[in-house]
């Protein structure tokens, strides 16, 4: 399934062993989960938390889950492509020749990267954020907004109302996550060799050039891999921005659990929902990394 | 001579128009500052905005999530009247606990309407209207200990542990009138009542009502050994500071409240009845 892995598969008898011994691992948990874990097991609940019936028009709705769920999805789009942009920036600012770029670099990564994210998420969000988004003004545009043309806005970025602290929380994932984008991206031109450098001089080719036409597609191609686990690790960092009232699906999980009490319920849940999103990503890359590898 | 005097009365008249037209300009001044205080104010942001803004932290009954993902509960209530007596539509935004005075600072909304008692500590960083509701510590005690507590003197051993939630008033009470019991710290009630349940603590201290819905939703596993309430708190709204105008309204409305009986009756309907429990997701 992976590149290089030519070879039939075959089910042997280690197979077997280890099969039978993880799923003796997974019945002792349950076994114990079941003895000395005291709790009043409700699953009847969950369906309920994901979908609900309109009362005015009598069909279905999305419920509260599933809106936090819509929200993470939409969160970790724009900040990936935002951490893509910003990564890619930096990364060459890092590889640059003039020393001011290189310093920019080093210094965005170091400060971004030595910070941890909570604390990262409150300073923007509490001191830059506060300031700057009234400045840009599209909390009141959003606020404003005739009837007719809410409903495409709301697919785009969510609740309206709520939309200052959701920009303010896709700008801090992209700064965060683009750091680490950043040190991918160097390490993957400087993982090209001198020779691709000095064979592309030699064509004439401008330093842009070189970079755009030769180097770069190379230095992306080793990195898919860690990018790729980069933009997962995205998708589940996205709980993080919970802190500033972004309503995504970590906290509607946790209002949800303070409401119902129904905390093991609604926690598998929700971790089962995340490895539904991020397990297919995996395969996506893997087989975007198939492709491109060849 | 007279030239010299004359020249004096024009320095004392000069003297006289600069100190008029000085104090005219500090009047002005004044005048200035006065209007710009009260066109500042949060209560001239809600009017013009058409909707007060709300911060809260959901707890049970306090705010909580219905069936339908529409808030409900005490304060719910009393922010949707107080919103409709202003005229204005209410907008409530649910927050971490953890964050939500460094948002209300940062003017994400107009003011904490979220249980948060009144303490001295908290007052420093923003102010608190008249309080809009009183409540209580209760205690509730794994059932292992049945019969050997019978005041907070027994629980106060290092040997007991109690389990509270992150950062609100039982850890306060607990550290003052129980030094010696070890102390867990959660970020919700449910999961510090968890760790009772499952033997790891020996007792819970939270507001009421969660201690009673926890004695009766596990009756064999917890129980309430003496019937006192403790450091009895007064929850009132937090607004950032620097703002006299809107204090001013909020401690009105909850005066007239008070008086009319709305806060009261409301209060009864969520704190001593269960009609409402069956709005919950179940």
């Known amino acids: ?294 | 001579m007279k030239h010299l005097l004359n020249r004096l009365l024009d320095r004392r008249t000069a003297l006289a128009a600069a100190l008029v037209v000085g104090f005219a300009g500090g009047l002005a001044q004044a005048q200035d500052t006065r209007q710009a205080v009260a066109g500042d104010s949060v209560i001239e942001q809600i009017k013009q905005r058409g909707s007060l803004i709300v911060g809260l932290s959901t707890f049970v009954p306090w705010a909580m999530l219905d069936k339908n993902g529409e808030l409900i509960g005490y304060e719910i209530d009393v922010a949707t009247k107080l919103a409709e007596d202003m005229g204005v539509e209410v907008e409530f935004v649910p927050t971490a606990w953890d964050g939500i005075i460094p948002a209300l600072i940062s003017g994400t909304f107009d003011v904490i309407i979220s249980g948060m008692s009144v303490t001295p500590q908290r007052n420093l960083t923003v102010n608190f209207s008249e309080p809009y509701s009183f409540s209580g510590l209760r205690v509730v005690v794994s059932r292992e200990h049945e019969g050997a507590i019978s005041g907070l003197e027994d629980m106060n051993r290092a040997d007991f542990t109690i389990a509270v939630r992150r950062g609100a008033t039982p850890v306060t009470f607990a550290q003052q009138a129980l030094p010696n019991a070890r102390l867990l710290q959660f970020d919700e009630d449910g999961a510090a009542i968890q760790e009772v349940l499952n033997g790891n603590a020996d007792a819970v201290i939270a507001s009421e009502p969660s201690p009673s819905a926890y004695a009766a939703e596990y009756p064999d596993k917890v129980f309430i050994p003496f019937d006192d309430l403790f450091s009895v708190t007064a929850e009132a709204m937090a607004l950032r500071k620097g703002d006299p105008d809107a204090l001013n309204f909020f401690n009105n409305w909850i005066a007239v409240n008070w008086r009319n009986g709305f806060l009261e009756e409301r209060h009864d309907y969520w704190f001593r009845t269960q009609g409402w429990a069956d709005q919950l997701p179940q």
């Open chain 1, 1 to 294: 399934m992976w590149p290089g892995d030519e070879r039939p598969l075959r089910f042997g008898l280690v197979d077997v062993v280890v099969l039978a011994v993880l799923a003796g691992l997974l019945g002792w948990i349950v076994w114990l989960a079941n003895t000395t874990l005291v709790y009043n097991w409700n699953w009847g609940i969950v369906p309920s938390l994901f979908v609900r019936t309109d009362p005015e028009t009598g069909g279905l709705a999305p419920n509260f889950l599933a809106e936090g769920l819509f929200t993470t999805l939409r969160l970790t789009f724009y900040a990936g492509i935002g951490a893509a942009l910003i990564g890619l920036l930096i990364g060459l600012c890092r590889v640059a020749n003039g020393l001011f770029f290189r310093l920019v670099g080093r210094g965005y990564v170091e400060v971004v990267r030595n910070v941890p994210p909570l604390i990262f998420i409150f300073i923007f969000y509490f001191f830059v954020s506060s300031q700057i988004m009234p400045m840009i003004g599209i909390g009141n545009y959003a606020r404003n907004l005739p009837v007719d043309e809410r409903w495409w806005f709301e697919l785009l970025f969510g609740d309206r109302r709520r939309i200052d602290a959701f920009v303010a929380a896709v700008i801090c994932l992209a700064m965060f996550e683009g750091a680490y984008v950043a040190e991918i991206i160097r390490s993957g031109i400087q993982s090209i060799p001198r020779g691709q450098w000095e064979a592309a001089a030699s064509l004439g080719l401008s330093r842009f050039d070189r970079m755009r036409d030769v180097i770069l597609p190379q230095a992306i191609r080793a990195t898919a891999p860690p990018l790729a686990n980069q933009f997962i690790s995205l998708v589940k960092d996205s709980s993080i921005v919970s802190l500033i009232a972004v309503q995504e699906l970590t906290f509607m999980a946790s209002q949800t659990v303070v409401t119902t009490q129904r905390t093991f319920e609604i926690w598998l849940t929700i971790g089962a929902l995340y490895f539904l999103i991020c397990w297919p990503l995996s395969l996506l890359f893997a087989r975007l990394e198939k492709k491109t590898g060849r």
